[in-house]
């Protein structure tokens, strides 16, 4: 995004309040129009936690503007003083700050996401253990987490951008044990970019692309079946069901055809938990199922189980993944 705004000036006279202030004004422009940009990425973020995409811009964008105790922004200055080639001229400003910017969104996005989403959350975990297991390391660059080889103590060279890391092959964003070093080769032997793989846009592009990486087996004597994510949100959905049916409708706390009112409503949460959170107010969900249903006889009758199976409903997702 061109801001409009000569932003050199700006970076070289931080010492400067006037300057300070309109660096950050610009810098919020720049990551509220990321947040809009990435709109099906992240509405789900800012439904389940109740905020706009203003309020997500300026948390995301906060760290970069912290002091030190000479009042001096040392993260955004350390920032700057990595950054290669140097910012010497207008376009490296622009190029610095809008991917700067970039990479706080997608850190705290990443953050959002791993709290309220129990998919992306297994699969940044799997991604680890990949990581780990193959003595790759990780690197705090720029504002955001690199995955460089197993010998690198820092990133040399340039960055690969955002746009040309999603424009990479899609086979290459298949999970599996050796996934990480195909990237790396593809790296070196396709491209000009550094060894350095963004790891939440990894998983944001896996989570995109691959939809077999949650595929779990089930065998059996005549086959081994192969089972996707919506497999083992059926399982979930079924435990939760059977939990619901044992603990209110045999004990008659809960009539029969109430029964069919949950199972439509968790299928729904369920729909929007594969796409990355739910939406605020549970309540929305059941009064859908329920016709005629007033806000206050939900909270009267229904709000506390609804709230309990859907915290059941998170955790049988998350030993589903884990079997």
Request: aromatic share 10%; hydrophobic share 40%.
């Amino acid at each position: 995004m061109k801001s409009g705004i000569e932003i050199l000036p700006l970076l070289q006279s931080l010492d400067c309040s006037t300057s300070r202030n309109k660096l950050i004004e610009v810098s919020f422009k720049i990551a509220v129009h990321y947040i809009r940009l990435n709109h099906r990425r992240v509405r789900k973020v800012l439904l389940s936690e109740e905020i706009t995409a203003d309020e997500l811009a300026l948390e995301a964008i906060a760290s970069l503007f912290g002091t030190d105790e000479q009042n001096n922004f040392c993260v955004l200055q350390d920032s700057l003083k990595k950054w290669q080639p140097a910012v010497d001229n207008e376009h490296e400003a622009q190029r610095f700050l809008n991917n700067i910017i970039r990479s706080k969104v997608n850190q705290h996005i990443a953050k959002l996401l791993r709290e309220a989403d129990p998919f992306f959350s297994k699969l940044l975990d799997k991604v680890n253990y990949q990581i780990k297991k193959n003595s790759f390391r990780k690197i705090h660059y720029l504002g955001c987490v690199y995955i460089v080889p197993d010998n690198s103590e820092e990133i040399s060279g340039k960055i690969i951008p955002e746009q040309e890391f999603n424009q990479l092959p899609i086979e290459l964003f298949k999970y599996g044990e050796n996934f990480i070093q195909k990237i790396f080769n593809y790296l070196n032997a396709e491209t000009s970019f550094a060894s350095a793989i963004p790891l939440n846009l990894l998983v944001f592009k896996l989570k995109e692309t691959d939809t077999t990486f949650f595929a779990v087996q089930e065998s059996t004597s005549a086959q081994i079946e192969e089972k996707d994510m919506d497999y083992l949100v059926d399982l979930a959905i079924k435990r939760t069901l059977e939990k619901l049916n044992r603990t209110y409708i045999q004990k008659g706390k809960l009539r029969s055809n109430e029964l069919s009112v949950f199972e439509k409503t968790l299928i729904d949460i369920a729909v929007d938990l594969k796409n990355g959170g739910v939406n605020p107010g549970l309540h929305k969900y059941f009064l859908l199922n329920y016709a005629n249903l007033t806000y206050e006889e939900y909270k009267l009758r229904y709000q506390n189980i609804l709230e309990y199976l859907f915290k059941l409903l998170k955790q049988y997702i998350v030993e589903e993944l884990d079997h």
